[in-house]
């Protein structure tokens, strides 16, 4: 396009030359009967402005994957186009898939754990309420026998030990009597030496109970208060073990605690196996969104990095366009900058396509303005429909603006007008004579200009000597417009 501009802008001065060297040979004026004529029409006048721009995608994204190692497939070319989700690679899976299976398998034990602590949980609570009956009861019946001794059994004990010991005196005292008389009857000859010998044996069997019995006796506090002493030793051992029972009713609580503790070890688990598992998809790269592979940067057994890394940006596997819509960022030089605006419409044609126009719109004027070999232009962006996908990033775009437009009105072509003093004349022919009209014009086109008064259509108006000074002067602007001292204006299309 730019070869294009500079041989217009040649040609368009060669011409000018031809002409200002033609000028200076022949004489004033020519014969008006050889002067050609065009007719006044009615139809479209349209003022633009033209630069040049090159075409960008709506998006591009450089697909990374977020796992390292090699690369196993790569499931797509340049120019394919992909759908979100499509299948781009697949990087080999040996050692995550490694991390996940372990990382299931803890799970796995964590959650066995976890079965055990619930159910340990829900049973200690029972076990809590049977040892605390249990220690209740063995307390009390502790108590129950201390009371039982103190109140009845050795008070029972004791008269008993007083009655045995009443009994064994009273025994001896008859036995010792009885002794007595079975003496004296012997004496008297009246018994046999055998009965003083039983009364003997009496007597002495009589003693000895008595001296147990007074031996029981003098030892049955002692044995009383050792039984109590026992007792009541049993008492706060009962005691002791009841406390402990109900103090080991905690263990209701630290079961629970067992319980929180290992479902935080399960929750923190199963987010280590989710994370094995999204590493482990991560190995199948897929598609971002929808769009055409523009580029692709990696074969299959290439061993990229990640790109979640911090100390490395990962490895680029392919770049990914979105082509349905294209931008054209075109430098608009300053002079013109003025008549963009957003929202404009813009006709675009590329050379792959040069009977093909596409239509776009101002979406963007930069701000800042940047100067390049003393040449200072603004950036402006435009948008373009590619439902087919023709237009290529990369693409050298040349962009017609819109500026103004007159639909169905009466033109002439601009170089038939002549201007002076702010008044603008046509030539038309009254019978031999070639003559001035004065006219009113509306829109300056591109290369037409609207007659608003003066003209009617399909008036005949004579076209100035291509050679001639005021037609020199406008080869000579339009020759330097193309040649880049602002933009080039087309033709109307």
């Known amino acids: 396009m730019k070869r294009v501009k500079f041989g217009i802008a040649l040609v368009l001065v060669v011409v000018v030359g031809f002409g200002l060297w033609s000028r200076s040979r022949r004489s004033h004026g020519s014969d008006p009967h050889e002067r050609q004529?065009?007719?006044?029409?009615?139809?479209?006048?349209?003022?633009?402005?033209?630069?040049?721009?090159?075409?960008?995608?709506?998006?591009?994204?450089?697909?990374?994957?977020?796992?390292?190692?090699?690369?196993?497939?790569?499931?797509?070319e340049v120019g394919d186009a992909v759908e979100e989700g499509d299948l781009i690679g697949k990087i080999d899976p040996t050692d995550s898939l490694t991390a996940y299976n372990q990382s299931v398998a803890y799970l796995t034990a964590t959650q066995a754990r976890l079965r055990q602590a619930r159910e340990q949980a829900q049973v200690q609570p029972t076990l809590t309420r049977a040892a605390i009956a249990q220690a209740e009861a063995g307390h009390n019946s502790a108590m129950m026998d201390l009371k039982r001794l103190q109140k009845a059994t050795h008070p029972q004990a004791r008269a008993q030990a007083r009655a045995a010991l009443d009994k064994a005196r009273a025994n001896l005292?008859?036995?010792?009597?009885?002794?007595?008389?079975?003496?004296?009857?012997?004496?008297?000859?009246?018994?046999p030496q055998s009965e003083v010998d039983s009364g003997i044996n009496r007597r002495a069997l009589a003693k000895a109970e008595l001296a147990s019995v007074e031996e029981r006796w003098a030892t049955l506090d002692e044995e009383l208060s050792a039984e109590v002493k026992s007792s009541e030793a049993r008492v706060a051992q009962a005691k002791a073990s009841l406390d402990r029972a109900r103090a080991d009713a905690v263990q209701d609580r630290l079961r629970e605690a067992d319980v929180a503790s290992a479902e935080a070890q399960v929750a923190r688990v199963e987010a280590q196996v989710e994370n094995a598992r999204t590493t482990l998809e991560y190995t199948t790269i897929r598609a971002p969104r929808a769009g055409v592979i523009l580029d692709k940067f990696i074969e299959e057994g290439t061993i990229v990095t990640s790109g979640r890394s911090s100390v490395a940006q990962g490895t680029d596997i392919v770049l990914l366009g979105d082509l349905t819509r294209m931008f054209a960022e075109v430098s608009l030089d300053e002079a013109d900058v003025g008549r963009a605006r957003a929202g404009q419409q813009v006709a675009i044609s590329v050379d792959a396509f040069p009977d093909i126009w596409f239509e776009g719109t101002v979406t963007r004027i930069n701000p800042q303005a940047m100067t390049q070999q003393n040449i200072t232009t603004v950036l402006v962006k435009v948008e373009i429909e590619n439902p087919d996908a023709r237009l290529k990033p990369g693409m050298t775009a040349s962009c017609e603006f819109l500026v103004e437009e007159a639909e169905d009105v009466l033109y002439v072509p601009s170089r038939a007008l002549r201007e002076s003093r702010g008044s603008h004349y046509v030539s038309i022919r009254q019978g031999v004579e070639i003559v001035e009209l004065a006219v009113t014009i509306g829109l300056v086109g591109d290369d037409r200009t609207e007659i608003q008064g003066g003209l009617e259509e399909g008036a005949e108006v004579v076209l100035p000597d291509l050679f001639s000074e005021d037609a020199?002067?406008?080869?000579?602007?339009?020759?330097?417009?193309?040649?880049g001292g602002g933009s080039f204006v087309r033709h109307a299309r």
Do not use: H, N
């Open 37 to 76: 004529t065009v007719t006044v029409e009615r139809g479209r006048v349209a003022l633009t402005v033209f630069a040049d721009g090159v075409l960008q995608p709506l998006t591009t994204v450089a697909v990374k994957s977020y796992a390292g190692g090699p690369v196993d497939v790569l499931a797509v």
């Open 173 to 191: 005292d008859i036995a010792e009597k009885e002794l007595v008389r079975v003496k004296g009857l012997k004496e008297r000859g009246f018994v």
């Open 472 to 483: 020199t002067a406008r080869m000579r602007e339009w020759g330097r417009r193309a040649a």
